[in-house]
């Protein structure tokens, strides 16, 4: 049901009841529960199950993600190690699955290593953000005062 549909049936709730804000309430609530429903349902095929793809399918995927993590973009990495864990290590076994074990525990490890990066930048850079002098004001958002 669309909006306009939704507003005549509430003028005309209007013009029959005397408690009609009310009862266009109960109609809109109605309409929006139908349509999230059709929205869920319609959108079940179109979420992404490793289980639906073909074992070359699946290696494609975790090969991309894999590489996208050199692009400086350490997430793909995680992302890649979580979603692919089951498939390099739960189920039975496949041809390509050495293939996909080989991207998961690098992707895994590349981003422990992005992790590690980041936290020594932060513990270092809130330690010796002082000693910087200006360049270390100029690398920070706020500047906490009374340090100088």
């Given at each position: 049901?669309?909006?306009?549909?939704?507003?005549?049936?509430?003028?005309?709730f209007?013009?029959?009841?005397?408690?009609?804000?009310?009862?266009c309430?109960?109609?809109?609530?109605?309409?929006h529960?139908?349509?999230?429903?059709?929205?869920?349902?319609?959108?079940?095929?179109?979420?992404v199950?490793?289980?639906?793809?073909?074992?070359?399918?699946?290696?494609n995927?975790?090969?991309?993600?894999?590489?996208?993590?050199?692009?400086?973009?350490?997430?793909?990495?995680?992302?890649?190690?979580?979603?692919?864990?089951?498939?390099?290590?739960?189920v039975?076994?496949?041809?390509q699955q050495?293939?996909?074990?080989?991207?998961?525990?690098?992707?895994?490890?590349?981003?422990?290593?992005?992790?590690?990066?980041?936290?020594?930048?932060?513990?270092?850079?809130?330690?010796?953000?002082?000693?910087?002098g200006?360049?270390?004001?100029?690398?920070?958002?706020v500047?906490?005062?009374g340090?100088?």
């Amino acid at each position: 049901m669309s909006i306009p549909e939704t507003r005549w049936r509430c003028e005309q709730f209007h013009q029959s009841r005397t408690n009609a804000n009310n009862g266009c309430q109960i109609i809109n609530a109605q309409i929006h529960s139908d349509y999230e429903e059709s929205t869920v349902e319609s959108n079940k095929g179109n979420m992404v199950s490793l289980e639906k793809k073909s074992p070359e399918e699946r290696l494609n995927i975790c090969r991309k993600y894999y590489f996208g993590g050199f692009a400086f973009l350490p997430l793909l990495w995680l992302i890649n190690a979580i979603w692919f864990y089951k498939q390099a290590f739960k189920v039975e076994p496949y041809p390509q699955q050495a293939q996909i074990r080989t991207y998961v525990i690098r992707s895994a490890i590349g981003t422990l290593a992005w992790l590690l990066i980041i936290i020594i930048w932060n513990v270092l850079f809130q330690v010796f953000r002082t000693k910087m002098g200006p360049a270390g004001d100029y690398l920070t958002f706020v500047v906490p005062r009374g340090y100088y």
